[in-house]
C-alpha cells in the first residue's frame, strides 16, 4: 500500500515539474539555449525540489499540528474555537467603517483587524476557560448545588494533585513526608508509573525486583494510612514513549506539579515550566544550619581523605569532616565547626578537635 507521504511526494514532483517546464519557456528568450533545453532542465529540476521538498510543506507541518492538537485538553480547543469566532465577529463588524477610510488604510485595516482580533480572542478565552466554564456551568437550569459543589471540589483536587514519579515512590521516604502532613492536596500515580513499577518487581535482577517491591509495598502504606489522599489516573498522553516525557506532558495538561527525587527529570521539567517537588532538595532545606564556631558532638565512624581526618555524620546524613580527627576513630567527640561546604550530593561540615574534651554540644547518636 502506498503511503500519503509518497504519493505526496509523487504529486509535488509532476507539481514543480509542470511549474519549472512553463517557467523555462520564459526563461529561454533571456538566455542563450534552445527553449525546449531550457524548459527540459528546469523542469527536472523542479522535479527533484518537489519530490525533496513537498512532505516538510504539507503533510509534516500537519503531522506535527496534529500531534500537538492530540495533547491539548478539549476545554482548551472548545475555547480556542470560540474566541476565534468571537474575534472574527468583531473584525466583520469593524470591517465596514475601516473599509470607508482613504487608500491604502481601507484596504488594509480590515484584514489586520480580522489577524489581530481572531489571535486576541482565541488568546483571552484560552487563558480564561476555567472562569468563563464555571461561569456557564452554575447557571445551568436545574443543576443542584451538590454538583456544584462537587465539581468545585474536582476542580480544587486538580490544582492541587501532584504527579508521582517512580524514583519518588521506590525511594520510600514520600510515605515519611505525607504522614508528616507537608504534602497538601492529591498525589496522582499515573498507571503508566504504575506499570513502570511492577516492571521493575518483575526483573530478574534481584536488586532492581527488590527496589519494585519495596515501592509497591510504599505505595500500598500511602493508601493505607491515608495521610494523603493517593489516586490512580488513566491519563497517558499520545504520542510519547518514555515516562519522565509523559509526566511532563501530564503535568503541563493537568497543570500540577511533579514530585521526584530523579536529577534529569528536574531539569528537563523545569525547562518546560513545569513546577517541580524534589525530595532531594526538600532533605538538603531541612537540615541543622551550623555556624562556624559552633560546637556538636559526633562519633568519628572511618578515615577521612587527609591522613589526620576523621569523618562521622549527624542523625540527618550530614557529613562532618573532623581535622585530626584520625586518632579519635569510634569514639564520640566535641567538635567546633569551622565552614560548612554545600554539594549537589547535600552539605559538609568542616570541624577540628575542641580544645577540652568535656563540653555541650549537639549529640548525633
Partial sequence: M??????????GMVGFAVLGWFGGEMLAPYINTGATFTAVTVAAVGALTGLTITPYLTTRPLRWVRARVSELPISVLLMGMVGLIVGLIIAGLLSFPLSLLPEPFSGILPFVSAIGLSWLGV??????????????????????VEAKEK??????????????????????????????????GTLLVPKFVLSELQHIADSSDSLRRNRGRRGLEVLNQLQKEGGVPVKFTDADPAGV????????????????AVLTNDYNLNHVAQLQGVKVLNVNELANAVKV????????????????????????YLDDGTMVVVDDGRRQMNQSINVVVTKIFQTTAGR????????????????SR
Fill in 151 to 184: 465539581d468545585k471540589e474536582k476542580e480544587k483536587e486538580r490544582e492541587n494533585g501532584v504527579l508521582v514519579d517512580t524514583s519518588v515512590i521506590i525511594d520510600g521516604r514520600i510515605a515519611d513526608i505525607a504522614r508528616t502532613g507537608f504534602i497538601l
Fill in 2 to 11: 502506498v503511503s500519503v507521504e509518497f504519493g505526496v511526494r509523487i504529486l
Fill in 348 to 363: 559538609m561540615v568542616f570541624a577540628r578537635l575542641e580544645p577540652t574534651s568535656v563540653g555541650s554540644g549537639r549529640d
Fill in 241 to 256: 514513549r518514555e515516562v519522565d516525557d509523559k509526566l511532563v506532558t501530564l503535568a503541563k495538561k493537568l497543570n500540577c
Fill in 289 to 312: 544550619v551550623f555556624l562556624p564556631g559552633e560546637t556538636l558532638r559526633v562519633t568519628i565512624i572511618q578515615d577521612g581523605k587527609e591522613p589526620s581526618q576523621g569523618v562521622g
Fill in 123 to 144: 488568546q483571552v478565552f484560552v487563558m480564561r476557560q476555567k472562569d468563563i466554564i464555571n461561569l456557564f456551568r452554575n447557571r445551568l437550569p436545574g443543576r443542584p
